[in-house]
């Protein structure tokens, strides 16, 4: 049983009130809130929160009809118990509030501490805080301006309702896609917006990646499984996987510049060949699963001046197998790779010639 002084405005009679709850769990905030008119519509004043050996709070209600609302809140931020009761100040007697248990539900918000206002509207304390004359005081019997224990072992229904509202790992949703950030994590009693109770987000700032979404060929593992641009999502072109290396290969023929801007677009580039291992594996590649015995890769002299450079990153190439009499087309000029030639090798093209061609790597 908790016990407050209460009081009307001026030097009205003053009366206790108390909360009478049977079976009080550790822990236990009592949230309360006074207002104007009944329990079902209850404007409320003021709000504040209390607990066993809590200083005492005074009230000073204006003559009329009153209200008071208590919640019972547990230390895992569980609401187990409510109550409500109405009274006309001034108060003539002590008035009980009695709470009675409730569908149980973590409710994070109510472990936060409202703040106290004062004055108007917004009533509060006849000084804004609490006073030394009244109280939540241990022990005692219903009348005295105790808290009593009740006496009785609750089951384990509150070690129960704290394991449903323990502290649990949860994890950033930046995007709002369901799916968390396992580069970080705070641990709650209950998923808060903005967090979830998983970390299988493999970019969490692209609500289009995560667990079960659709693939799309533009070099993203848009649904986290490890994989990029699997199945048939490039078709016409088809996956080459080779030294742990993933290309794109795609037979419809296009000019160099063309075929640069496609393989852009899926967040590509033309390919790179860096020695004669990668390129007659790419070669041998074409023309089994393609029927190509050309293609374009990534040089090219664009400028004119006689220096074949990589499209990637501007370099010049360190492997170069021209084959017999190239290059000979005048700038600018692009290359492609030909294997229907003795030895097989690289030659030079006008570059809006159509031609399929290779993509590799992101940029």
């Known amino acids: 049983m908790a016990a407050m002084a209460l009081g009307a405005c001026g030097d009205a009679p003053r009366a206790d009130w108390r909360i009478l709850l049977e079976e009080e769990r550790e822990g236990t905030r009592y949230h309360v809130t006074v207002g104007e008119g009944t329990c079902r519509a209850l404007r409320g004043r003021e709000r504040f929160v209390v607990r066993r050996d809590d200083a005492p709070r005074q009230l000073e209600l204006e003559p009329g009809g009153w209200a008071i609302r208590v919640e019972a809140v547990d230390g895992a931020c569980v609401r187990y118990a409510e109550g409500c009761t109405e009274r006309q100040a001034p108060l003539r007697r002590d008035l009980v509030v009695r709470l009675a248990a409730v569908e149980e539900r973590c409710e994070p918000a109510l472990c936060e501490e409202p703040s106290l206002a004062c004055g108007g509207g917004d009533a509060g304390t006849a000084d804004g805080g609490r006073h030394a004359d009244g109280g939540l005081r241990d022990g005692g019997q219903e009348g005295d301006g105790g808290l009593e224990d009740g006496g009785a072992d609750d089951g384990g229904a509150g070690d129960a309702a704290t394991d449903a509202c323990a502290r649990v790992p949860l994890f950033p949703d930046g995007d709002g896609d369901g799916f968390g950030d396992d580069g970080s994590s705070s641990e709650m009693r209950c998923p808060e917006e903005g967090w979830v109770p998983n970390a299988e987000d493999c970019d969490d700032g692209d609500e289009n990646v995560r667990p079960g979404a659709d693939e799309a060929c533009d070099a993203i593992d848009r649904d986290c499984d490890g994989a990029i641009d699997e199945g048939s999502v490039c078709a ?77 990153d501007d370099s010049e190439p360190g492997y170069l197998p021209w084959t017999a009499g190239s290059p000979d087309d005048p700038p600018p000029a692009c290359v492609r790779s030909v294997s229907n030639t003795t030895p097989p090798g690289w030659r030079d093209r006008p570059c809006p010639d159509p031609f399929p061609y290779v993509c590799d790597g992101p940029g």
């Not at 075929?259 to 590649?285: K, S």
């Open 236 to 312: 016409p072109c088809v996956r080459i996987l080779q030294r742990g290396e993933l290309y794109i290969a795609c037979p419809d023929p296009l000019g160099w510049p063309d075929a640069r801007d496609a393989c852009r677009a899926i967040g590509r580039e033309l390919v790179t060949v860096e020695d004669a291992d990668e390129d007659d594996r790419l070669r041998q590649r074409m023309s089994v699963r393609l029927s190509v015995e050309e293609f374009w890769i990534g040089l090219g002299d664009l400028d004119g001046d006689g220096t074949y450079r990589w499209v990637r």
